[in-house]
């Protein structure tokens, strides 16, 4: 009878541990961040997290993510920018396949900031709001001070481009040329 009850009990314990599964652990890189915002890459999908202050609790973080198809990343970017340039009336609105992201762009102190107002699976009465980020804060976000834009900006220009390698050839020689014009504007002065 012990045998049997022995039996039973390592065949249990066996089929307890044969559910667990090892996941492929995706590794999650961050681009940039200031303060609470933060732009981070997972395979093809950007997204951005944020700290909703639109909420009474300050510790809810929201997010919404998007593919960087046709460079998105940097049309983002520049359209961010853009705002900063000439303020649009409006609010900019944005649709991604999950949410509605609006820029709110407001001067703060005499300086043109821009807010994240997304609309939570496309529903107007979830609204989750982000800090508001000036120009110096954006470009950290957007990994433009610390040199990680690169990891979003050289895919959607290998999309356009035919052939992998001329693209880096051509890459390389174009920007010494365009420093060596420079300097030689400079030497005629």
């Not at 995706?26 to 609470?36: A, C, P, Q, T």
């Not at 951005?48 to 609790?57: E, F, G, P, R, V």
């Not at 300086?111 to 800090?131: A, D, E, L």
């Not at 999309?159 to 504007?185: D, E, F, L, M, R």
Request: aromatic content about 8%; overall charge positive; glycine content about 6%.
């Amino acid at each position: 009878m012990r045998k049997i009850i022995l039996l039973i009990t390592c065949m249990f314990g066996i089929s307890v541990f044969s559910q667990i599964k090892v996941l492929k652990n995706e590794s999650l890189v961050e681009i940039g961040k200031d303060n609470s915002v933060g732009l981070y890459k997972k395979e093809d999908k950007y997204t951005i997290n944020y700290q909703d202050l639109n909420t009474s609790n300050l510790n809810t973080i929201r997010s919404f993510s998007f593919q960087n198809l046709t460079g998105d990343v940097s049309d983002l970017y520049n359209l961010i920018v853009d705002g900063f340039i000439t303020t649009p009336v409006e609010n900019v609105i944005l649709e991604l396949p999950n949410d509605i992201i609006e820029l709110h762009y407001e001067k703060n102190y005499g300086q043109p900031t821009v807010q994240f107002i997304q609309y939570i699976n496309k529903n107007r009465k979830y609204v989750g709001k982000s800090q508001f980020l000036n120009r110096k804060q954006v470009d950290k976000v957007f990994g433009k001070t610390n040199g990680k834009s690169a990891m979003y900006e050289k895919p959607a220009t290998m999309h356009q481009i035919n052939g992998a390698k001329s693209t880096s050839n051509q890459g390389a020689s174009a920007a010494p040329a365009s420093n060596s014009s420079n300097k030689n504007k400079k030497s005629r002065k």
